[in-house]
C-alpha cells in the first residue's frame, strides 16, 4: 500500500509518520517545509515530496506518484480556533486540493475533524449528534466534512473522517497549557497559573493518537465519522496533578487564575463506541 500523509511534520503528522514506519507500506511525507522535514528522524526513511495546498498543478494524484490512501491533516493556523482563516482560506485549500486528488484517481480519504465540531453540547459526544460548531476553526472543519459527504455522492471513493479531541506529548504548541506547566519548571518557577481546572475533558497522548489514525485509515470495516478519543473523562486540574506526579515535580497551583475558556463547555468526552469497532482486530 502506499500512503500519502499530508502536513507530515506537523504535532499530529510527525507521529503518524512514525506510526506508519511500522507498516508494511510506501510513505510519501508531504509538507510546506522542506528544511523542517529534513530535521525528522522519519525523513530518510520515506519519500518526501513538499507541496503547498494551494499548488497549482492540476493532476496532484500524479504528481504524489498515484497513492492508494491519503490520510490528510495539514492545517494551518492552530491553536487560534477564532480566526477566521481558517474559514476565508483553510477550507476552500483543503476541499479543492482534495477534490483534484479524488477526481484524478484517489480511492481512499482519512481527513481529520476536531471536537469543535460539536460546539458546545456536553457530557459524552456521539457521532450520531448534529454538530453545532461555534467558532471558526470547528466551523471550517465541519464544512468540510459537508463538502466531501457531497463530494462522495458524485464521486465513489472511501472515506473517513477521524474527530480528534484533546492530545499532549513531545512536540505539542508551546500555548497548550502542559507546555506551559514543562516551561514554568524548567524555569524554576514556584507557582503556575491555571484556571480552575474543573473542566472535564478527553485526553490522549499524541502517540496513541497516531496508532489510532494509523489502524482507522488502514481497516475497512468502519467508515464514516470517528470519535478519536479515550472515552474517559479527565479535569484539566487532575491531568496536571498526574503530569506532576509522573514526573515527581511539585509546584503550587494558582488555581482560578485565568477564567475558563468561552468557546467550549464544562464537561465534555467521546464516545469511543464506534472508535473500539473500528480498532477490533
Known sequence: MKVLVTGATGFIGNYVVKELLKRPCQIIASSRNPDKASLCKWFSR????????????????????????????????????????????????????????????????????????YGTQDG?????????????????????????????????????????????????????????????????????????????????????????????ATQNKVRGIINCCSGIPISIRKLVESFLEKRQKNIHLNLGYYPYPDYEPMAFWGDASKLKMALEE
Open 124 to 216: 459524552a459526544l456521539s457521532e450520531t449528534m448534529t454538530t453545532v460548531p461555534d467558532n471558526p476553526y470547528g466551523l471550517a472543519k465541519d464544512t468540510l466534512r459537508k463538502f466531501l459527504e457531497q463530494l462522495q455522492k458524485k464521486i465513489d471513493f472511501e472515506f473517513k473522517w477521524i474527530r480528534l479531541f484533546y492530545m499532549y506529548g513531545k512536540g505539542q504548541d508551546p500555548s497548550s497549557i502542559l507546555s506551559q506547566l514543562d516551561k514554568a519548571l524548567e524555569n524554576g518557577e514556584t507557582s503556575f497559573n491555571m484556571s480552575g481546572g474543573e473542566q472535564l475533558r478527553d485526553y490522549l497522548p499524541v502517540e496513541r493518537v497516531a496508532e489510532y489514525i494509523v489502524k482507522i
Open 46 to 117: 520515506v519519500q518526501y515530496i513538499p507541496c503547498n495546498l494551494n499548488d497549482t498543478k492540476e493532476n496532484l494524484f500524479d504528481f504524489f506518484q498515484r497513492p492508494d490512501l491519503l490520510i490528510n491533516l495539514a492545517w494551518e493556523g492552530l491553536p487560534n480556533y477564532k480566526d477566521l482563516f481558517h474559514m476565508e482560506k483553510n477550507l476552500l485549500l483543503n476541499y479543492q486540493f482534495v477534490k483534484r486528488m479524488i477526481e484524478y484517481g484517489l480511492k481512499s480519504l482519512v481527513v481529520t475533524g476536531t471536537c469543535f465540531e
